[in-house]
């Protein structure tokens, strides 16, 4: 497995809608395992297959829920790896929180997101499956599926800001 090198704006990959995946071939079994190796190491919570170079419909994203009890331990994070995801359903209630990019670094902005989402694609064997997703998840597969479309964070916030220098450490950026 390879740490790739993350795209930053404005490189043009960022702006363009990305292909769909027809087959799954050993090159994108190694982008999938090279694009975890690089969110972890990163560190984000979700990456999308054109912030690494390449134009695929291909995100991964790693995030655990918090857990309900305070005095419980916190729940491991779930991988998530989503070829030609989709949102097919979304609620009405939407919510506005702060967000971060690995490819817009030291910028945060207040993005306003579904509070669930409905997302359709496919697993790293090939298989469909639906996903309903609520919260920080919900945040984190719109953004990542705004990057296979051309969009950026940047496009939809209300307001984006410079990050202090110790700020730029913030685990939030998708």
């Not at 202090?164 to 998708?174: D, F, G």
Request: aromatic share 4%.
């Amino acid at each position: 497995m390879t740490v790739l090198t993350i795209t930053t704006s404005p490189e043009p990959i960022l702006r363009k809608k990305a292909r769909k995946i027809r087959t799954i071939s050993t090159a994108i079994e190694t982008l999938i395992e090279d694009m975890i190796e690089t969110l972890r190491a990163a560190p984000g919570v979700g990456l999308a297959a054109p912030q690494v170079g390449v134009s695929q419909r291909l995100i991964v994203a790693e995030f655990g829920e918090p857990s309900e009890d305070p005095e419980a331990p916190p729940k491991p994070p779930k991988l998530y790896v989503i070829l030609n995801p989709e949102i097919v359903r979304h609620s009405k209630e939407t919510n506005l929180n702060n967000e971060g990019c690995l490819s817009i670094p030291g910028y945060m902005g207040e993005v306003e997101r579904f509070d669930t989402v409905t997302v359709k694609g496919m697993d790293r064997n090939g298989r469909d499956f639906r996903i309903k997703a609520k919260g920080w998840l919900a945040r984190i597969l719109q953004h990542e599926i705004d990057h296979l479309e051309g969009i950026l964070f940047i496009d939809n916030a209300t307001s984006v800001w410079k990050l202090e220098e110790k700020e730029e450490e913030a685990p939030q950026s998708v």
